[in-house]
């Protein structure tokens, strides 16, 4: 059974920064993508950051130049930095993986930047 659990999140100043991480167990993951997502209230949840198995990384453009992801396959761990945080950064930020066609997603974190 997959399962992802993400840790890091809270509250922040804005410009402050923050790092997430999702450590994952159940399966080898070091082959897959990995993915962020986030979800503010009232809106739909939106891609942050992907890095692939091959550790190419992809930004959404409202996060480029501030956040990292970055992972650690020996600790089936995937990481984002968070630099530079805005208020429109506040947002529930889950982890996901998908694995022959099924998608597994985190409990999420909750980040809030607000002075």
């Known amino acids: 059974q997959v399962q992802l659990v993400e840790s890091g999140g809270g509250l922040v100043q804005p410009g402050g920064s923050l790092r997430l991480s999702c450590a994952a167990s159940?399966?080898?993951?070091?082959?897959?993508?990995m993915n962020w997502y986030r979800q503010a209230p009232g809106k739909q949840r939106e891609s942050v950051a992907r890095?692939?198995?091959?550790?190419?990384?992809i930004y959404a453009d409202s996060v480029k130049g501030r956040f990292t992801i970055s992972r650690d396959n020996a600790k089936n761990t995937v990481y984002l930095q968070m630099n530079n945080l805005k208020p429109e950064d506040t947002a529930v930020y889950y982890c996901?993986?998908?694995?022959?066609?099924?998608?597994?997603w985190g409990q999420g974190t909750q980040v809030t930047v607000s002075l």
């Open positions: 996901n993986i998908m694995i022959k066609g099924r998608d597994y």
């Open positions: 159940g399966s080898s993951f070091s082959i897959y993508g």
């Open positions: 890095i692939t198995g091959g550790s190419r990384t």
